[in-house]
């Protein structure tokens, strides 16, 4: 990609065959180069910089009225900027406004480039623009330039925040098999707080006075998650003894699959 400042360098852009075009932000409002990008149907980046909200408006909506594929980068027009500077909190403002685009982060950041890359990745940016330098004679490095073991360093946050942030964000996310058997070493597990004959029938009016709640919950064993008014247990029980899925009539028995993941959770008695 490239970013072009006149209506020549769109056509050099062109010329390469550059399959992206990024827009300067203080270019958004100069129409007869927008124009001129528009009409090479390429996907473009804007950056926001100091633009008003109206300016974004209207290159945003030329944009669509083209049909042109659009990312909007956030962007603050100082070089470098501080941390206190970076307003990260518009990337969300971003993504409300603009629902149906790609939204995305210019950073000019003088003295940390992995956070910012954590909090924006967080925040849902997906396309990052940094400016490179290299040491190079007698020539200094710019404040807000990266050189290349930065880069290196931005690159590793980002993938960072990748595997933090995890998968879905529009979905439950899929609980692991080592989560959830940690979280039913946390579940009450159902003792007999007496001798219980065969054909007692549960009732939440008596439950406190029959039954109390422990941890550890064993293979097997019911949880305070399950017992069900009317149900009935198929053979007595003993004082202290724990409250097992064949004790009792009900879905547990009925359905395969039920039944087996209570046999398969909580620890070996």
Known sequence: MAT???????????????????????????WPLLER???????????????????????VHFFENRSVPLAINHCVSL??????????????????????????????????????MLISYGKGARTWERHI???????????????????????????????????????????????????DELVRGIYARRDLPEGYVFSSDTFDEDFYLAIPLHKGQLSCREVINGEKLTQAISKDDMLRVDHVDGPYNENSALRQLILDRGIEA
């Open 133 to 183: 330098d290299i040491d190079y004679n007698d020539v200094s490095v710019s404040p807000y330039c990266s050189l290349p073991h930065q880069v290196d360093q931005w690159f590793k946050s980002f993938h960072k925040a990748v595997e933090m942030c995890g998968g879905s964000s529009s979905a439950r996310r899929n609980i692991t098999e080592k989560e959830r058997r940690y979280l």
């Open 79 to 116: 070089y470098p900027s501080e941390d206190c500077e970076l307003e990260l909190n518009q990337i969300d403002y971003l993504i409300e406004r603009y629902p149906n685009h790609v939204i995305g982060f210019s950073t000019h950041e003088k003295t940390d480039w992995q956070n910012s």
């Open 37 to 59: 990008i528009a009409k090479l149907r390429k996907p473009v980046i804007i950056s926001t910089g100091g633009a008003r909200e109206k300016i974004v408006d209207d290159c």
């Open 4 to 30: 072009p400042f006149d209506e020549a360098s769109v056509d050099l852009c062109n010329t390469f065959q550059l399959p992206l075009i990024k827009i300067a932000s203080s270019d958004i409002a100069t």
